[in-house]
């Protein structure tokens, strides 16, 4: 079982920054991908960004170069970045891991770009 904790999210306006963050604890050693997943209202959720244990990382062409994913080992966390943010980055954010036989989510934290 593995469980996290997101924090980070909040209200900001368009052309702002913010920066989510996710930590993870239980049995972190069985992780492998982490990343970032967005869910506005009335759509699916969606990728956002992912990063591998080796930092390969993959975006949605919505976020690249607006957003980074980073990872520590070391401390079982992610995090993203958001630079430049939109109203269409308007979502809840949903921190994910998946080990080799299993997906964990977390609790969700609202992001609302203002414009």
């Known amino acids: 079982q593995v469980q996290l904790v997101e924090s980070g999210g909040g209200l900001v306006q368009a052309g702002g920054s913010l920066r989510l963050s996710c930590a993870a604890s239980?049995?972190?050693?069985?992780?492998?991908?982490m990343g970032w997943y967005r869910q506005a209202p009335g759509k699916q959720r969606d990728v956002v960004a992912t990063?591998?244990?080796?930092?390969?990382?993959n975006y949605a062409d919505s976020v690249k170069g607006r957003f980074t994913i980073s990872r520590d080992n070391a401390k079982n966390t992610v995090h993203l970045q958001m630079t430049r943010v939109k109203p269409e980055d308007t979502a809840v954010y949903y921190c994910?891991?998946?080990?080799?036989?299993?997906?964990?989510w977390g609790q969700g934290t609202q992001v609302t770009v203002s414009s």
């Open positions: 994910k891991v998946s080990t080799w036989g299993d997906d964990y």
């Open positions: 239980g049995d972190i050693f069985s992780i492998n991908v």
């Open positions: 990063v591998t244990r080796g930092h390969s990382t």
